[in-house]
Nanobody
């Protein structure tokens, strides 16, 4: 069955960096778009980034553009989210997702993804 496992979260000071990984199995990884979302306490899940399957196009939320970079290693069935210049408002549980139903134009809609990982906590605090 489809499995997505996030790792790499932790506690980091403002201005620091973290690299999250999403290890995938149970589906044809190289043909799947992978999205990243986050959810802070009391807030709705929001889109962070997405990397497509076809040409490796990448998409970012305005709040992370220029600070976060998404990439994929098809040989390792893994997608990475490099997060730099972290801010306290980046604190959230980060999830990866796949099974995009409506194409890349809807990458930012959480309801458009079928499969989700369990999440990894990112805390940005001094």
């Amino acid at each position: 069955q489809v499995q997505l496992v996030e790792s790499g979260g932790g506690l980091v000071q403002p201005g620091g960096s973290l690299r999250l990984a999403c290890a995938a199995s149970g589906f044809t990884f190289h043909s799947a778009a992978i999205g990243w979302f986050r959810q802070a306490p009391g807030k709705e899940r929001e889109a962070v980034s997405c990397i497509s399957s076809s040409d490796g196009s990448t998409y970012y939320a305005d709040s992370v553009k220029g600070r976060f970079t998404v990439s994929r290693d098809n040989a390792k069935n893994t997608v990475y989210l490099q997060m730099n210049s972290l801010k306290p408002e980046d604190t959230a549980v980060y999830y990866c997702a796949t099974g995009l139903l409506y194409g890349s134009s809807s990458w930012y809609k959480p309801q458009g993804y079928v499969y989700w990982g369990q999440g990894t906590q990112v805390t940005v605090s001094s």
